[in-house]
């Protein structure tokens, strides 16, 4: 079984660019979720993405998008990095559970440090 | 809004001593609750899941435990050792519109001492 993996693991960024950070979901994995943990604090729910579409979503403004690909991977694109966009930014993947059913453990990948200066 | 608290915010034990941090959360309608162990730089590990209908989950020297009507969980861990160091966080898999919208406390940074 393979685990959630990310890339790259570390990101150096000016203002006003762009980033593109990749997740490949564990084995058997049909949902995507990302989080955005800045230092010292506990990680922020982006987005999540199920059957290649975007399934709810945090307090982010829209320069924060992402995409599902067919296999489960996804990508989070930042568009305009600003300085509070600095954070590690992690991956979950999971079983997205069915109707009335209960929520599913989710496995979080090792991350992307993003640093934008 | 859901708002999840972790106390204490660190802590300092020697080895062997047992230990319990502490969790809670306002909003008793969830889903599940996880708990992660966080390295420094590193991702999250997955430690324990309970799910609304259990009380606790156990593994290993840990165990974890979960009240809903008070919006409370602690996490057991016994016999600590120097390994055990790392950041601790729980997070509540909240029953919204996304039902895989975890809400995360900000950690109990644990430290043992040889």
């Known amino acids: 079984e393979t685990g959630v993996t990310q890339s790259p693991t570390h990101l150096i960024k000016t203002r006003g660019q762009q980033v593109t950070l990749r997740c490949s979901s564990q084995?058997?994995?049909?949902?995507v979720s990302w989080y955005q943990q800045a230092l010292g604090q506990g990680p922020q729910f982006i987005f999540q993405?199920?059957?290649?579409?975007?399934?709810g979503r945090g307090n982010f403004p829209p320069r924060f998008s992402g995409l599902q690909f067919p296999n489960y991977s996804s990508e989070l694109n930042v568009n305009a990095l600003e300085l509070d966009d600095s954070a590690l930014y992690l991956c979950?993947?999971?079983?997205?559970?069915?109707?009335?059913?209960?929520?599913?453990?989710?496995?979080f990948g090792p991350g992307t440090r993003l640093t934008v200066l | 809004k859901q708002e999840v608290t972790q106390i204490p915010a660190a802590l300092s034990v020697p080895e062997g001593e047992n230990l319990v941090l502490n969790c809670s959360f306002t909003d008793s309608a969830i889903y599940n609750l996880q708990w992660f162990r966080q390295d420094p730089g590193k991702g999250l590990t997955s430690l324990l899941l309970i799910q609304s209908s259990q009380r606790e989950q156990t593994s290993g020297r840990l165990n974890a435990s979960l009240d809903k009507s008070s919006g409370r969980s602690t996490l057991y861990i016994a016999a600590s050792q120097p390994g055990d160091s790392a950041t601790y966080l729980c997070?509540?898999?909240?029953?919204?519109?996304?039902?895989?919208?975890?809400?995360f406390g900000a950690g109990t940074r644990l430290t043992v001492k040889p």
């Open positions: 997070a509540v898999g909240h029953r919204g519109m996304n039902n895989n919208d975890m809400r």
């Open positions: 084995s058997g994995h049909n949902t």
């Open positions: 979950a993947s999971s079983l997205f559970p069915g109707l009335g059913t209960l929520g599913n453990e989710q496995f």
């Open positions: 993405y199920y059957r290649e579409e975007e399934n």
